[in-house]
């Protein structure tokens, strides 16, 4: 601060009447912040503006937010809105979890995994994926060299670890995770597991969601079986899929292959990801379109949609990419 700028600021306080009240309690957070307490600060916050009810003012915890963009946002995925919503909700409301939550999202890329993912983390915390609460790893991106896993197991177990110490309800998103090298998902088991401490910290209110290709085939396979023998895809139930991704995780090459996670049945839900079909990569070009306020009609919307490709080439009824590349075609038909 330059000798210039002094005068000012003393003539704007001259003119400001504050309440005792408030010097005080702003002298206090000042105290705080000298002494580099950030829980303390956090503490005075919220004590003072009555912004958490979760006593962590960087939780929001809207449920009622989460079904809603599931329901409006998410199409053709009844299984993942309905699993997902009482999942998070049912973890949040026991006070004394036994375990951390943790889901695999498992299909076809371009049907929402990611998508949903975000929803969660915006809707449970109050800066989204940019909470410091939120932690996003993308497998080969992160984690590239097979030589290297001893160093990223030993490196991710101290910032998995420093991470739910600074806060308790911390996520843990893992993209691409059927290309995590063998051993690194066991690296975090203990964290996932039944125990009350590890390493003098409890994991028990945090969560880990993975999301995998792996399953794809088989969810597609029982989704073409329903619409062959003329049954509604929303007929389909967990039963019907969730035991054939558990198999198929535990048999495929990667980080899923004789995990722990799996062998010792800590997933709490493997939740399938229906592939889209015509009708639903549609409703995603009017969101992409309504996203940037732009008139459209029924042609725009159509025209889109017959430019992906589908698949079996016989019936060519789901979208290979899904709604992956909908945002970037739309872009062809702005005026």
């Not at 399938?272 to 992409?288: G, I, M, T």
Request: hydrophobic share 40%.
């Amino acid at each position: 601060m330059t000798d210039n700028t002094m005068p000012t600021i003393k003539m704007k306080m001259s003119k400001v009447t504050v309440d005792d009240t408030k010097v005080a309690n702003t002298m206090e957070a000042w105290s705080f912040i000298i002494q580099g307490g950030y829980q303390e600060i956090l503490n005075w916050y919220c004590s003072v503006h009555e912004c958490c009810e979760s006593g962590d003012c960087r939780l929001i915890n809207n449920i009622t937010g989460l079904d809603h963009d599931l329901s409006k946002k998410l199409h053709g995925q009844h299984l993942a809105k309905e699993v997902v919503v009482k999942a998070v909700k049912g973890f949040l409301a026991t006070k004394n979890p036994e375990k951390a939550l943790a889901l695999s999202f498992h299909g076809w890329s371009g049907t929402g995994k990611n998508f949903v993912a975000k929803m969660i983390a915006d809707n449970l915390y109050r800066d989204g994926l940019r909470s410091e609460c939120v932690h996003f790893y993308i497998a080969p991106f992160h984690f590239p060299l097979a030589n290297m896993v001893d160093i990223y197991k030993a490196q991710l177990q101290q910032f998995i670890l420093t991470a739910v110490q600074q806060c308790k309800r911390s996520l843990f998103i893992f993209d691409e995770a059927e290309k995590l090298h063998q051993g690194l998902i066991d690296a975090i088991k203990p964290y996932i597991d039944h125990y009350d401490h590890v390493d003098g910290v409890d994991f028990r209110k945090s969560m880990f969601i993975f999301l995998s290709n792996i399953g794809g085939n088989s969810i597609n396979r029982v989704t073409l079986e329903f619409w062959r023998a003329g049954q509604n895809r929303e007929e389909i139930t967990m039963e019907d899929l969730e035991h054939q991704i558990q198999r198929e995780a535990t048999t495929s090459r990667g980080g899923f292959t004789h995990s722990g996670l799996v062998t010792e049945n800590l997933i709490d839900f493997f939740i399938p990801f229906l592939p889209l079909e015509y009708k639903h990569v549609k409703l995603c070009v009017r969101d992409a379109l309504r996203s940037r306020g732009i008139k459209y009609d029924l042609d725009i919307l159509d025209e889109v949609a017959k430019g992906l490709l589908y698949l079996p080439k016989e019936e060519k009824l789901f979208a290979a990419q899904g709604c992956k590349s909908v945002s970037q075609r739309v872009n062809f038909f702005l005026p």
